[in-house]
């Protein structure tokens, strides 16, 4: 099993196209240790030949042209691709809106929650991929699910889905109650769990999550490796620096730091490898030469950068 991030950032990307603050600049300008990174999504390849994305970013067509395996093979037919489906893990613009790249009649299948598939469903869209092509699979929690390409052949890609704390996308919100909880449990937000046939060991993709409780520690405990949210460092850290007026909590991000932080919740939760994914564009990590991107590796986390792969 191959398992590529292909997207690190969150929404927005790094830099992001209007953002003028100090980490968007050095990386416009190139500092040493402060590197780009584009949308939120991941690739996995049980046979080094068809491939899974987790999320469809609005940097797909960026990502396939910088990730060869995603390309068309040089014998292949005149039209074809070796992305076999599509896994959605929320209805977050990051997420989803790179399915209107991958139009074209082009077969593959798309899994998702029954709250995503409705969002596909009531935004037409989306209908540029007719479902009579690109079939909607439901992807039902807790459940181990065998990923199928559209015309129902394996992939060898084995995932599991389970809800975790979260919110449902911004568009979603009822503006007309803007003070509401918007947290959700129900399946808005999920986290996957990514296997291959007979593989040891499994890779769980958590993008977004706006808390750590009993159970995901549970779950987590012994896994091989975790791609975690890591969109902010301190909950705030967007309203100090002025380009925003809401916490991560409030946008359904847990922050890196502090004392419910992802870092202090899961330290002792046995992990192979912790790795922070969905990286916001204000995060200091983004620096390597920062005191944050220093103490999140002393913690045992790594950052993630486009094009980090593993193998299992
Ligand atoms: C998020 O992760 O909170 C969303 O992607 C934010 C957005 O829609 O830009
Ligand atoms: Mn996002």
């Not at 292949?76 to 977050?92: C, E, F, G, H, Y």
């Not at 989803?96 to 869209?125: C, D, K």
């Not at 046939?197 to 999550?209: E, H, S």
């Not at 994914?277 to 204000?282: A, D, E, P, R, Y």
């Amino acid at each position: 099993m191959r398992v590529k991030i292909i997207g690190s950032a969150a929404g927005g990307g790094f830099p992001q196209w209007n953002c003028n603050y100090r980490l968007s600049r050095a990386a416009r300008t190139g500092m040493a240790g402060v590197h780009s990174r584009t949308q939120s999504s991941v690739a996995a390849s049980a046979d080094g030949t068809g491939w899974v994305l987790f999320n469809a970013s609005p940097d797909i067509r960026q990502q396939i042209a910088q990730t060869p395996e995603l390309q068309p093979a040089h014998d292949a037919p005149l039209r074809s691709t070796p992305i076999r489906a599509v896994v959605l893990t929320n209805a977050d613009v990051d997420h989803i809106a790179g399915l209107l790249s991958l139009r074209e009649r082009q077969p593959f299948a798309i899994y998702a929650t029954a709250q995503v598939l409705a969002t596909l469903e009531a935004n037409s869209i989306f209908n540029v991929l007719d479902p009579a092509i690109v079939p909607r699979r439901l992807l039902a929690a807790e459940k181990e699910a065998a990923l199928c390409d559209a015309n129902g052949h394996e992939t060898g890609v084995i995932v599991e889905s389970f809800p975790v704390p979260g919110k449902i996308a911004l568009y979603l919100e009822d503006t007309a109650h803007p003070d509401a909880d918007f947290s959700s449990d129900a399946g808005d937000t999920i986290g996957i769990r990514i296997a291959g046939v007979g593989g040891r060991g499994a890779v769980f993709y958590i993008p977004g999550c706006a808390r750590v409780d009993a159970a995901l520690r549970a779950r987590l405990a012994d896994a091989a490796c975790l791609l975690f949210d890591g969109t902010v460092y301190t909950d705030d850290e967007m309203i100090v620096a002025g380009v925003g007026q809401k916490t991560g909590a409030r946008m359904g991000h847990l922050a890196m730091s502090g004392a419910v932080g992802s870092i202090a919740a899961l330290a002792d939760v046995r992990i192979g490898r912790r790795i922070f994914v969905h990286i916001n564009n204000t995060n200091p990590v983004l620096d390597e030469n920062s005191a944050e991107h220093a103490a999140v590796k002393a913690a045992g986390w790594e950052v993630a950068g486009d094009g980090m792969e593993m193998e299992f």
